[in-house]
């Protein structure tokens, strides 16, 4: 009887190991399959950017025929910069958009035939009645929050409600005391506001010249009580200050 034991033991052995061995071979089997997926299909961090985002990209406007035909213009090297003041307009090729919150440059760079300069609106700065600091240029997307269409109406008008119409029969948008409308902008209208704002962006990067596009400032004063502006340009071209106004 003692010498069935080791024996015994040695097949139970022999079977955890065998059952192991089956247990890792199909543990791998999972993992290779799933690596094989992986490598295929690409890891959902690495998949190409959306259409969304492509359609997105910076195109900029078309630049204006000759840098005489901007309100200002002046030479960094051997580039020509011009640009113009919109004020709180956003001028784009479908139609003018309205920001409070931030005034715009229309700004264009000519250069020599086939030449090249890398852009940024990092590069630009704006200052407004002498002041000693000057306003960077921010990215277009802040602006995003604070546009507004002057021709754009809902399809179904607003009615604002006073305290005084509810229960009562008696305000409503003759009440003086009424709250202004609340207006909800369809979200498919305000991706439309958005993708102009960003087409018509001066584009980023080495671009071959001549290139235009809007830059945008945070200034939320009126634009009529404005003395003087400089736009202030230090980038790979050099430095150079336009006068804007008067």
Excluded at 43 to 60: F, H, I, L, N, T
Excluded at 149 to 174: C, F, H, M, R, Y
Aim: charged content about 20%.
């Amino acid at each position: 009887m003692l010498a069935l034991v080791p024996y015994a033991s040695t097949a139970g052995h022999v079977r955890l190991n065998v059952m192991q061995s089956f247990l890792r071979s199909i543990k791998g089997a999972v993992i290779a399959v799933g690596l094989t997926a992986t490598l295929c299909h690409g890891a959902p961090w690495q998949d190409a950017p959306s259409k969304d985002a492509q359609v997105r990209e910076s195109k900029g406007l078309s630049p204006r025929a000759a840098p005489t035909d901007y309100q200002s213009h002046t030479q960094a090297g051997a580039v020509t910069i011009a640009a113009e003041f919109t004020g709180h307009s956003i001028t784009s090729p479908q139609s003018v958009l309205a920001t409070e919150d931030y005034v715009v440059v229309e700004v264009g760079f000519f250069g020599p035939p086939e030449a090249q300069l890398k852009l940024s609106y990092e590069d630009f700065s704006l200052r407004i009645n002498g002041k000693k600091n000057a306003l960077p240029a921010r990215p277009s997307v802040s602006v995003f929050k604070s546009l507004k269409d002057p021709e754009w109406e809902p399809a179904v008008p607003v009615e604002s409600k006073s305290k005084t119409s509810l229960g009562t029969g008696g305000g409503g948008q003759n009440d003086p005391g009424a709250p202004p409308p609340v207006v909800h902008i369809p979200i498919d209208v305000e991706r439309g506001w958005e993708l102009r704002v960003q087409k018509a962006t001066l584009p980023e990067g080495e671009r071959v010249l001549p290139v235009a596009g809007l830059i945008f400032f945070q200034y939320r004063g009126k634009t009529d009580n404005i003395e003087s502006i400089e736009l202030i340009y230090t980038g790979p071209a050099g430095k150079a200050t336009l006068k804007l106004h008067p």
